[in-house]
């Protein structure tokens, strides 16, 4: 489809957490699937996350934390990217997050928390059928 | 092992064996290609016992570092940590009463993201992460505080601290000896463990603090400053656990943990110290972490323990046996990579499956992981009961442990040995080609090669290679999962509510000492301290105590030392 563009994705390290091993895995997979994909690091801030996803034109952000800190950052980026007027962008998490967050975390804009174990395909799945491309 | 007269014969009767009963069974099951294998002495044929095996205890210490493990040492609760559990929660005064009534007689502390990575409480940066997992320490007054714990029941000559701490490892240090020095204990007698294993941190862990070779210098400053003035204490505690549950390879890791090692025992000796004094007394080794490849696991620990020698002597000249290997706890186990979020329960069997591979790995059967890691932050008392059970279970009814590295000599386990060794030889010939250690980080060469690994590890996950039971595999409706409800996110004696109000009352009091402290003091100190960093050649380890006894705070002493050294800058290209 040569007038569609493909689907860009960000992918951000929330806080100071340094377990990165399943947001590069997803980073190398998402790109097999025929993603464009841009890992943002390490000690990414919810201000450089949502100004990132901005700058980049990004139409999913996902966000790993697995150091407890997803209540807080995860939510923030929701809130920033919308004051911003990038509600269209899909925001989505992961990473080892007690089951019991999930529910608080979706009711304020994460669209999905995918926890340990999920496989690529299902995570490239869910955002082919959720995702709304930019012009 | 064989003279090639029984090597020609043992040839032949594998040759009639398949071609004979071998073929039949194939034929019968209609495949071409047995799935099994089978080992021969023509699979080590090379095999010399002295030079590759020997006895336990000495070189080549294929067998163990030891002639025997610490007695009782599984079985007691402590064959983890001789300081204690590695614990830390919430705000020092928590984890200080905490420690109390436990009536600790070791600090073996876990810090939060933010004094790991260098920040204060305040900073924009610790949102959301302060008290997290471990403690926050602002300023030597958390530290004092910390210490505390341990009045009227141990002093500090007589206990020993162990400090997860890597960039920032020598701000540690420096507290330590300003804390020693207030309650008049001498430093030389000081005993603890900084991790200080900066290169991983940049390569896996993700802790880093500085440019990388200034962070090296860091470690430097340890070693000399610790080879001179503190004889009990290590200066580095090298680790592959992290880079292992990043993705890499037992062959990786063995070569990346020898790189490594390579690296910060030429940082020594490049100041002019002999290695065969300083490597033994101020180097450990803590561990390579795992994986379910059983025989892999116990092949791996055989040919690191093997590899060490050769790398003292051919690389550094030493001549004292004492330096061919380094004090470590590490053993053969599957890592917390290993457990699973679905039907956790069974992580339990997988925990077990590292215990027999320790014991038969020539350690104690140690059971180093529990069910509930993938569920949350911090393990329950009942998942530590289970692990600690299994361990004892292994030992005392099942008897492991009572024969040393009982696979010595088995054609399979001594063939995977020696294959695994050449791996490992291979890969650091490459870093080597490259420059050394530091080269082959810096350049984010060794963090690309294990992202590439885990890659590949996932994607054999996916498509069902390789089997995780309850995860790719035995999922249909009729499975039950029997895993006991837990939903601590944190170890049950940690106080919940305390946790989260960390944030808020470690502020309060940051903000206080700011204000009470002699402001110009502090900023004297740290101009000292950054006129001390410019200059490569001088220990900046004096500098630290004099600037923590201001009160500095952790985040101005962290950034004064990135002003002339430059920040970490995480790696984005994959």
């Known amino acids: 489809m040569a007038d569609k563009r493909r689907v860009k994705v960000l992918l951000a390290k929330a806080g100071l957490d340094g377990h990165d091993r399943g947001v590069k895995v997803l980073a190398l997979g998402l790109r097999d699937e025929g993603f464009e994909v841009i890992y943002t690091g390490l000690r990414q801030t919810p201000e450089k996350i949502a100004h990132a996803a901005i700058q980049e034109d990004a139409d999913v952000v996902g966000m790993s934390c697995l150091s407890g800190a997803h209540g807080y950052i995860f939510p923030k980026v929701v809130e ?3 004051e911003n007027g990038a509600e269209n962008v899909l925001i989505i998490g992961g990473g080892v997050i007690p089951e019991e967050d999930v529910p608080v975390l979706k009711d304020q804009g994460i669209r999905e928390v995918f926890l340990p174990g999920t496989p690529i395909r299902t995570i490239a799945e869910y955002i082919r059928d959720n995702v709304r491309p930019g012009e | 092992m064989s003279d090639n007269q029984d090597l020609e014969r043992i040839r032949q009767a594998r040759k009639e064996w398949e071609e004979g009963p071998l073929k039949q069974s194939l034929d019968r099951f209609g495949i071409e290609e047995s799935p099994h294998k089978v080992y021969t002495p023509l699979d080590a044929e090379n095999h010399d016992f002295l030079e590759k095996v020997g006895f336990p205890g000495v070189p080549p210490y294929t067998r163990g570092l030891y002639p025997m493990p610490v007695p009782e040492r599984a079985t007691r609760g402590d064959a983890r940590a001789p300081a204690g559990a590695y614990a830390g929660y919430g705000t020092v005064e928590d984890t200080r009463d905490l420690w109390r009534q436990q009536r600790r007689r070791g600090a073996n502390v876990a810090f939060d993201l933010p004094t790991q990575c260098g920040y204060d409480s305040d900073d924009p940066m610790s949102r959301g992460e302060v008290g997290k997992v471990g403690i926050a320490v602002d300023t030597f007054r958390d530290f004092e505080t910390l210490y505390e714990a341990f009045d009227g029941i141990v002093t500090l000559d007589n206990m020993s601290s162990n400090w997860t701490m890597n960039g920032m490892a020598n701000v540690i240090l420096a507290m330590y000896i300003a804390l020693a020095e207030k309650k008049g204990v ?4 000081l005993r603890g463990t900084p991790q200080n ?8 862990r993700g802790t880093a ?5 200034a962070s090296m210098r860091m470690v430097r400053d340890t070693i000399v400053y610790v080879d001179k003035y503190m004889p009990q204490m290590n200066a580095i505690s090298i680790c592959g656990y992290h880079m292992r549950e990043a993705g890499a390879t037992a062959a990786q890791v063995t070569a990346y943990i020898n790189a490594n090692s390579i690296a910060y025992v030429q940082l020594g000796v490049d100041a002019g110290l002999d290695p065969d ?4 007394r101020h180097f450990t080794l803590l561990s390579g972490g795992g994986s379910m490849d059983f025989f892999m696991e116990i092949a791996r620990i055989r040919a690191s323990r093997r590899m060490w020698p050769q790398i003292m002597r051919q690389r550094f000249g030493s001549e004292n046996p004492r330096a061919w290997f380094m004090r470590s706890t ?4 599957v890592g917390n990579i290993t457990t699973t979020r679905q039907r956790a329960i069974n992580n339990v069997v997988r925990g077990v499956v590292g215990g027999i591979a320790s014991a038969l790995s020539g350690n104690d059967p140690v059971v180093a992981e529990e069910f509930d890691e993938p569920l949350g932050l911090g393990h329950s008392y009942e998942a530590e009961q289970l692990s600690l059970d299994a361990s004892r279970i292994l030992k005392d009814e099942a008897k492991l442990g009572q024969v040393l590295d009982p696979l010595a000599g088995s054609y399979y386990v001594e063939s995977l040995t020696d294959q695994l060794e050449q791996e490992a030889w291979d890969i650091m010939k490459k870093i080597d080609d490259m420059g050394g250690a530091v080269e082959a980080v810096r350049t984010g060469w060794m963090e690309r090669e294990i992202a590439r690994s ?6 054999q996950v996916e498509t069902g290679e390789r089997v995780i039971v309850g995860v790719n595999k035995y999922t249909g409706e009729n499975e039950i999962d029997i895993t006991p409800r837990i939903t601590l996110t944190v170890s049950h004696p940690y106080d919940v509510r305390k946790r989260a109000q960390a944030e808020e009352i470690q502020i309060a009091k940051l ?6 402290r002699d402001n110009d003091r502090v900023k004297y100190a740290l101009q000292d301290l950054q006129k001390a960093a410019r200059d490569e050649k001088e220990n900046l380890i004096p500098h630290l105590v004099a600037t923590v006894k201001t009160y500095a705070t952790w985040g101005e002493i962290a950034n004064a030392l990135r002003d002339v050294f430059g920040d970490y800058e995480p790696m984005t290209v994959l």
């Open chain 2, 511 to 516: 903000r206080r000492i700011r204000k009470e």
């Open chain 2, 197 to 204: 294993a900066i290169l991983k941190e940049i390569v896996a």
């Open chain 2, 209 to 213: 603090n500085f440019a990388i070779n």
């Open chain 2, 277 to 280: 004094e300083f490597v033994p």
């Open chain 2, 186 to 189: 001498p430093q030389h007698k």
């Open chain 2, 330 to 333: 590490d053993h053969a186990r």
């Open chain 2, 454 to 459: 885990a890659y590949n590890f996932q994607r």
């Open chain 1, 80 to 82: 920033l990217m919308r």
